[in-house]
């Protein structure tokens, strides 16, 4: 309410139930906005060509569910008790219960091909390949801070590098997918260089750019990449030399063990590929944490310029991020391209980096249980919703909304300091950096 009284020509507020109205109001108008071509016409083919079908109904319901959603929103926030719990005992009671939750999703994963079908199988690879593509960007967007819009990059040089390696030069698949990680890394450096100096939404848009100009290279550079046509024919990867085929070969697994051939063992051993290299990032990541290179991450993502004072080296600092970084992200493109058989350029468009980081934001900056959460959450529920075409992306926006109303910083936002003296207690979100690049 202005200082002012009205009858001096102040302007008092409406009152609160005018105020929420007219705010829902106003976001039922924006949504009819944006869904009346979208939802409320839709285009069916016939046999003289195609006929526009409105879809009022359907319009009415979605605006409704804004309205409504509006309302209950702006009336929770006005009515939250004033004695809600501190941040810190939120953020603790969160961290205790993450372990046992960590601990179920480990055991679930190593024994989802003893209990799951097909389908699930390869819904599982799909979703391990993005946990491990989110823990790689964690140690650049949650650990140092910096914003990187252009992750997709390393995990197409990661792929290109083992198919053109392995085409090419017969390499196998375990000998190219450390060359795959370190050519990921050499470029990653390469990144690095030219962004030393830029922060937050400069950082973002050369990032950005970097990942643009890895793909437009691919398409167009068609006598090494192949260009639009891509790679095919890349060799899948052996276990101590058996192939998974069904050639009936004295060096295949099926012949060697003695066993029927089944397509499914191939993807059992894929999976659980991904899910060892999935542990190794994880491993990898806590581990660089806790050493003097992950502190000095952490401190650049709080306050770069105290991180200078300090006499923390912020060249080699913001390098090492970016090229550990890259790295896995080339070990999951070349998981990628031995898992898929082909690849090509349009595999690795700024959507990939966009989902990516989506999930690194939602699970939680820093948050290595987070991430497998949102990968979990993002990736398998979307699956869900594959009969549902039309709806997929609908659903999945009106979900990143919801999260970002109740979870602003991610489904597990709080930390766990890396060095503590005594007992480590947990750093509630709203005490932590966000860090700006």
Not at 159 to 188: D, E, N, R
Not at 217 to 224: C, E, G, H, K, P
Not at 283 to 302: C, D, F, I, K, N
Not at 334 to 362: D, H, K, M, Y
């Amino acid at each position: 309410m202005s200082k002012y009284p009205a009858a001096l020509g102040g302007k008092s507020q409406p009152p609160a139930l005018v105020r929420v109205v007219r705010d829902a109001g106003l976001s039922a108008i924006v949504a009819f906005g944006l869904f009346a071509s979208m939802i409320g016409l839709r285009l069916f083919p016939t046999g003289n060509g195609m006929k526009l079908h409105y879809r009022w109904l359907m319009l009415a319901a979605v605006v409704v569910a804004v309205f409504a959603g509006r309302v209950i929103m702006l009336t929770w926030r006005a009515n939250r008790p004033a004695g809600t719990p501190q941040p810190r005992r939120i953020a603790e009671a969160i961290n205790h219960a993450g372990k046992y939750v960590g601990a179920v999703f480990l055991i679930a994963a190593a024994t989802l091909p003893l209990y799951g079908g097909r389908y699930f199988i390869d819904t599982g690879i799909l979703v391990m390949t993005y946990v491990m593509l989110g823990w790689g960007l964690t140690i650049v967007v949650g650990l140092a801070g910096l914003l990187d819009l252009g992750y997709v990059a390393f995990y197409a040089v990661g792929a290109y590098s083992y198919a053109l390696l392995s085409t090419t030069y017969h390499l196998g698949f375990w000998t190219t997918l450390p060359i795959a990680g370190l050519l990921a890394a050499v470029w990653g450096i390469l990144l690095g260089f030219p962004v030393l100096r830029l922060r937050g939404d400069y950082l973002a848009i050369v990032t950005l750019a970097f990942g643009e100009i890895i793909r437009v290279v691919l398409i167009n550079w068609t006598s090494f990449t192949g260009g639009p046509n891509g790679i095919t024919d890349i060799p899948r990867p052996t276990l101590f030399g058996l192939k998974f085929n069904g050639s009936g070969d004295p060096d295949t697994f099926a012949a060697f063990f003695g066993i029927d051939y089944s397509l499914t063992q191939r993807v059992v051993f894929l999976y659980y590929v991904i899910f060892g290299l999935a542990l190794l990032t994880n491993w990898v990541s806590l581990r660089l944490r806790r050493l003097p290179l992950g502190r000095a991450w952490e401190a650049l993502r709080e306050d770069e310029i105290a991180c200078r004072a300090l006499g923390i080296n912020v060249t080699v600092t913001k390098l090492t991020a970016f090229a550990i970084g890259a790295m896995f992200g080339g070990f999951a493109g070349a998981f990628f391209a031995t898992r898929q058989a082909f690849v090509s350029p349009e595999s690795f468009n700024f959507g990939e980096s966009a989902l990516v980081l989506a999930i690194v934001v939602l699970g939680g900056l820093g948050s290595q249980l987070g991430v497998a959460l949102a990968a979990v959450v993002m990736i398998g529920g979307s699956e869900l919703f594959r009969d549902f075409a039309e709806y997929r992306m609908l659903v999945f926006g009106v979900g990143l909304v919801v999260m970002m109303v109740l979870r602003p910083r991610g489904l597990v936002s709080g930390r766990t300091p890396s060095i503590a003296l005594g007992a480590r207690k947990e750093i509630a979100a709203e005490l932590v950096a966000q860090g700006r690049g």
